[in-house]
């Protein structure tokens, strides 16, 4: 049972002016105690070159440059500055930042810069900590804390995790899959792959060209998994028609693809984040895999949403696995939370 979120205590809520970020590699959230979520915008920035002035400015962030993504006419450029939940691209991850920092209106409060709390992956090596660190000073923050997006998800998810209790979540995201287990606030076990769903999205456009000679963008791939995708065959079948350019004549092409389709094209990727739980099963300390093994496990992150996967891991896993209630968002209200349910060595 999910648990009410930890709220820090009036006087921090009067004088500190933390914001939470979840600086995703397909979505950017920030949260604030007072006013919960005020941004959640897919994670690109569309820039236009301006030939005469020889420089580049944003031309649109978020949305509504990712309707642009792959479609762009030849002066913009629409770019994704986060890979794996790291910084790919420095200036345009800056850039973005910056945006939606002015968009959310966290900027300043009573005349103080922020203080953010950012979601990291486990696996993120200290140059790629300092490039977030330093993108975010950049776009406005006086002081960056940094913390493990697993435990962030745990926090969020409302696990118990200051108890001795052992708890495991699994966050599948766009581009990482955190597994973490935590007891006493702290990380008992963390892993880190760099499969999620994108790589389920990359997946489907690998399958349909091999399977049906027709190549489909990235959003067409990832709207049908979306709206079809399962983890497992035995389902009734579903169908969808799905567009993209033909590998014989190059000339558009609509194929119609099964939910069985795309059970068997991400097979691969969805292996791989099987193999990242059991990996923690076998790792973490037995009495933390005891306490799981009674709990069951939770999943969170955009990528938890494909259909019948938490079927599907229960099933190879033989555990309890369930979703946590609105797991997008889990990372980001867990790490505006964290500071008042762990203890500063959480964070890095
Ligand atoms: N209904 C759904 N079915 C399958 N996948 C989904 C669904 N909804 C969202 N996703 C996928 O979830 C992913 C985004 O999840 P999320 O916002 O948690 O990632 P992120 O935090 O930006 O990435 P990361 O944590 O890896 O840096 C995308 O790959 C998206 O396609
Ligand atoms: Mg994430």
Redesign the pocket.
Known sequence: MARAMPQPSFFKRLFSHDVAV????????IYTHDQGIVLNQ??VVCFQKHAAIGRERVAAVGKEAKQLLGRVPVNLEAVRP?R???IANFAAAEHMIRQFVDMSSTRTRLGRRPSFTI?V?AGATQVERRAIREAAVAAGAWKVNLIG?SLASAVGAGLPVSEATGSMVV????????VGVIALGGMAYSGSIRV???Q??LAIVNYVRNVYGVVLGDQTA?HV???I?TAIRDVPTERINATGRSLDDGLPRTVQLTNHDIAEAIASPLAHVIGAVKAALESAPPELVTDIADAGIVL????????N?DRCLSDQIGLEVRLADE??T??VRGAGAASAVLDPHAFD
């Open positions: 979840d600086l995703g590699t397909a979505n950017t959230l897919p994670s986060m794996h939940g790291v979601c992956p997006e966050d599948i995201g766009g581009g990482t899959t955190e999620g769903g994108d389920f999205d990832e998994k979306k709206t995708g969170t992150g955009g990528g938890s949403l494909l259909g996967l797991p997008l889990c990372a």
